[in-house]
């Protein structure tokens, strides 16, 4: 059973940064996409950011050109560093692995999260 462990959160001003890291035990990590999800209050949860195994990335629309995800596969965390931040983004942040590159919905149980606020 594979556990997911983020961190990183915090409170920041608008137009600050924050490195979000996730930390997932299991062998598998290195070959598995993976993702990072948030959720705001009173909103569905929904992916931000994806990266393959071997790299490759997808980021939502929201978030293009602010959010950056990575990964280091002999440390088996996957990190998302986010400039430019918005009060909108304020949300828990989830990471997760996914089934396939494609898909949307993630493929562990999920960990705590970690709070991400943006003040105005």
């Known amino acids: 059973q594979v556990q997911l462990v983020e961190s990183g959160g915090g409170l920041v001003q608008a137009g600050g940064s924050l490195r979000l890291s996730c930390a997932a035990s299991?062998?598998?990590?290195?070959?598995?996409?993976m993702a990072w999800f948030r959720q705001a209050p009173g909103k569905q949860r929904e992916l931000v950011a994806r990266i393959s195994g071997g790299g490759r990335t997808n980021y939502a629309d929201s978030v293009k050109g602010r959010f950056t995800i990575s990964r280091h596969n002999a440390k088996n965390t996957v990190y998302l560093q986010m400039n430019s931040l918005k009060p909108e983004d304020t949300a828990v942040y989830y990471c997760n692995g996914l089934l396939s590159y494609s898909s949307d919905s993630g493929l562990w149980p999920w960990g705590q999260g970690t709070q991400v606020t943006v003040s105005s």
């Open positions: 299991g062998s598998m990590f290195s070959i598995n996409h």
